[in-house]
């Protein structure tokens, strides 16, 4: 099983921005599809987006469409999340996700057979 870390969280001021990264060890990531999903205290987690294996293909959660990028480096073993204008809402923690049974995006946590631990992003008005 593939064991991703998660990087690159903190606090930012609102509008600002912060890159995630997830780093994959243990097995190659170049034919997953991933995902990065959040989750806020008391609320479910919830997928933002997501990226296919040949990075050809992404998917995002309209609360951040226009605002985050998912990119992935196979030769490095690594996905990353791009987040700019940054608001209050995106107050979470962020998880990164493999999933290698599709190689479409899905948008379920369910559909993710990977989990790292997360790292905090905190954004502040």
């Known amino acids: 099983q593939v064991r991703l870390v998660e990087s690159g969280g903190g606090l930012v001021q609102a509008g600002g921005s912060l890159r995630l990264s997830c780093a994959a060890s243990g097995r190659t990531i170049s034919m997953y599809t991933m995902g990065w999903f959040r989750q806020a205290p008391g609320k479910e987690r919830e997928f933002v987006g997501g990226?296919?294996?040949?990075?050809?293909?992404?998917n995002y959660a309209d609360s951040v469409k226009g605002r985050f990028t998912i990119s992935r480096d196979n030769a490095r073993n690594r996905v990353y999340l791009q987040m700019n204008i940054l608001k209050p809402e995106d107050t979470a923690v962020y998880y990164c996700?493999?999933?290698?049974?599709?190689?479409?995006?899905?948008?379920?946590?369910?559909?993710?057979?990977?989990w790292g631990q997360g790292t905090q992003v905190t954004v502040s008005s």
């Open positions: 990226i296919v294996w040949s990075g050809s293909i992404t």
């Open positions: 996700a493999a999933d290698s049974r599709r190689s479409v995006v899905f948008t379920r946590p369910a559909g993710y057979n990977s």
